[in-house]
C-alpha cells in the first residue's frame, strides 16, 4: 500500500540523487563526453570486432585504436595550444594597447577603398566607441582562451579518464542504454527517440568537424603559404576556427585580409581573400560541410539541430565558454537534445496542441 506523499519523496531521492552525481563527476565530464562521444561514433566497428574477438578483446583493440589515431593527436594539439595561449593571454593582459590598436585600425581604414565620406564616418563612430568596444573584445578573447586553457593545463589526467571510461563505454554500452530504457517512464519508442538521435548527432558531429576541420586547415595553409607567411600556424588556426561554423574562418581570413590590402599587398590580399572566403567559406562551408552532415546522418529519419545555422554557432560559442575546447561538441548536443525533448512533447500531446 502506498503511503501519503511517497511518490513525491520517492522522485525528491531520484532528483537529488542526479544532482548529486552531477556535482561529483564533474571534473570528469570533458573526458567522459568525449569518451562517450567516440564510443558512439566508431561503435559499430566495435561491433565487428566482435565477430572475431572476445567483448573484452574487442573493446581493448578499439581503444587502443582510437587512443593512437585521435585522443592521444587532441591531447597533443590541447597540449601545444595551451601553452601558446596561455602566452598569448598573458600578451593581451599586459601588453595590450589601445592606442596602437586604435592606430592600425585607422591606418587599416585608410587603404580601404571606400569613399571619404563612409571613410570619415566610420572614423568618427570608431573614435567615439572604440575604447569600450576594445575593452568588450578583450574581455571576450580572455574568456575564450582561459577556458581553452582550463582544459589543456590538466591533460594527462583528461587523456587517463577518458581512455579509461572508452574502454568501459564499448563494454557495457548495450548495458547502460537498456537499463536507462527500463528506468525510463517513457514509451518505449519516445525513448528510441532521444537514443537515435543522441547517436546520430554524436556521429555527424565527431566526423563532420574533424573532416571540415582537416580540410579547411589544409586549403588555407596552402593560400597563406603562397604569400610566404607561416603556414602552419594559420593552417592550426583556421583549423580551430572552422569548428564554429560560418562565423569561425571569417575571423581568420577577413582581418588578414584587410590587413594585408591596407599595407598595399593587393595581391596577397586577394590570394588570402580567393582562399578565405571562396575556397574556404563559399565551397568548404557552405556546400561541403552540409554535404558530410547530410551523409553521416542520412540513417537518420529525424530532423537534426544541426541543421538551424543559428542554434549550430551560438551553441558552439556557449559550449566554449562554459566547458573549453570540448564545448565546441557538448554546445551544439545540448541544444540538439533539447530540440528533440521538444519533438517527444509535441509526439506525446499532439492531440491536445492547437496547432491551427
Excluded at 561491433?47 to 585521435?70: F, G, H, P, V
Amino acid at each position: 500500500m502506498n503511503t501519503p506523499y511517497e511518490h513525491g519523496f520517492i522522485l525528491s531521492l531520484l532528483i537529488l540523487a542526479i544532482g548529486a552525481l552531477v556535482w561529483l563527476f564533474t571534473p570528469f565530464i570533458p573526458a567522459l563526453f568525449l569518451a562517450l562521444l567516440l564510443a558512439i561514433a566508431t561503435f559499430s566497428q566495435y561491433n565487428k570486432a566482435k565477430e572475431r574477438l572476445s567483448d573484452a578483446s574487442a573493446a581493448l583493440l578499439m581503444t587502443l585504436l582510437i587512443t593512437i589515431m585521435l585522443i592521444l593527436p587532441l591531447s597533443y594539439i590541447l597540449l601545444v595550444s595551451g601553452l601558446e595561449i596561455s602566452t598569448l593571454i598573458q600578451t593581451i593582459d599586459t601588453d595590450f594597447d589601445a592606442k596602437h590598436i586604435n592606430q592600425m585600425l585607422h591606418q587599416t581604414l585608410s587603404g580601404l577603398p571606400l569613399s571619404e565620406s563612409i571613410k570619415s564616418t566610420l572614423s568618427t563612430t570608431l573614435n567615439n566607441n572604440l575604447d569600450g568596444l576594445l575593452i568588450d573584445t578583450k574581455d571576450f578573447m580572455l574568456h575564450i582562451l582561459k577556458s581553452i586553457v582550463s582544459l589543456s593545463s590538466h591533460f594527462v589526467f583528461f587523456l587517463i579518464i577518458a581512455i579509461f571510461s572508452l574502454y568501459y563505454f564499448y563494454i557495457d554500452g548495450k548495458h547502460i542504454v537498456k537499463r536507462l530504457k527500463d528506468l525510463s517512464p517513457l514509451e518505449n519508442h519516445l525513448d528510441d527517440i532521444l537514443f537515435n538521435q543522441f547517436s546520430s548527432l554524436s556521429i555527424t558531429l565527431v566526423g563532420s568537424v574533424f573532416i571540415v576541420a582537416l580540410l579547411q586547415g589544409i586549403t588555407f595553409s596552402i593560400g597563406v603559404m603562397i604569400i610566404g607567411l607561416p603556414a602552419l600556424f594559420f593552417g592550426i588556426s583556421m583549423a580551430l576556427a572552422s569548428f564554429i561554423p560560418v562565423l569561425g574562418g571569417l575571423i581568420i581570413w577577413l582581418p588578414l585580409t584587410l590587413y594585408l590590402y591596407a599595407q598595399g599587398q593587393t595581391t596577397d590580399a586577394l590570394i588570402i581573400l580567393l582562399f578565405g572566403a571562396f575556397f574556404v567559406g563559399a565551397i568548404i562551408d557552405n556546400i561541403i560541410r552540409p554535404i558530410i552532415i547530410k551523409k553521416l546522418s542520412s540513417k537518420s529519419t529525424q530532423t537534426s539541430a544541426l541543421d538551424h545555422t543559428l542554434i549550430t554557432v551560438l551553441s558552439t560559442l556557449a559550449g566554449i565558454m562554459q566547458f573549453g575546447i570540448l564545448g565546441l561538441f557538448i554546445g551544439p548536443i545540448i541544444a540538439a537534445m533539447a530540440i528533440s525533448i521538444f519533438d517527444i512533447y509535441a509526439v506525446k500531446y499532439a492531440s491536445s496542441l492547437d496547432k491551427s
